[in-house]
């Protein structure tokens, strides 16, 4: 049974830091890209925005809205993908997703083979 456990979601201000944490397990992550979509209210989960994904052999993509602010990474001792976000924006606040899919690209809410439950990130202006 594959289980993707998110955590690290807060309220933080404008220009601050926050670092999301995906547990994953019963996935070989050695065929499947790992990473990151997020929503916001009003939006459906096929309209889920990409984030970050990253790949076994360490392979990232990032959305444009958030390159040179967040770093994917991987601790595959931990079985734990970690979304380190910097220079935080309001229009960052969302619901953040941990995601599993056999591809990295597209990384695209509407191909996704399994989903987490979710950390809300709030950010205040």
């Known amino acids: 049974q594959v289980q993707l456990q998110e955590s690290g979601g807060n309220l933080v201000q404008s220009g601050g830091s926050l670092r999301l944490s995906c547990a994953y397990s019963?996935?070989?992550?050695?065929?499947?890209?790992i990473g990151w979509f997020r929503q916001v209210p009003g939006k459906e989960r096929e309209e889920r925005e990409g984030?970050?994904?990253?790949?076994?052999?360490?392979?990232?993509n990032y959305a444009d809205s958030v390159k040179g602010r967040f770093t994917i990474s991987l601790d595959n001792a931990k079985s734990t993908v970690y979304l380190q976000m910097n220079s935080l924006k309001p229009e960052d606040t969302a619901m953040y997703y941990c995601?599993?899919?056999?591809?990295?690209?597209?990384?695209?809410?509407?191909?996704?083979?399994?989903w987490g439950q979710g950390t809300q990130v709030t950010v205040s202006s």
């Open positions: 995601a599993a899919h056999r591809f990295c690209t597209p990384w695209d809410a509407s191909t996704v083979s399994y």
């Open positions: 019963g996935i070989d992550y050695s065929r499947y890209c």
């Open positions: 984030v970050a994904a990253i790949d076994s052999d360490g392979s990232t």
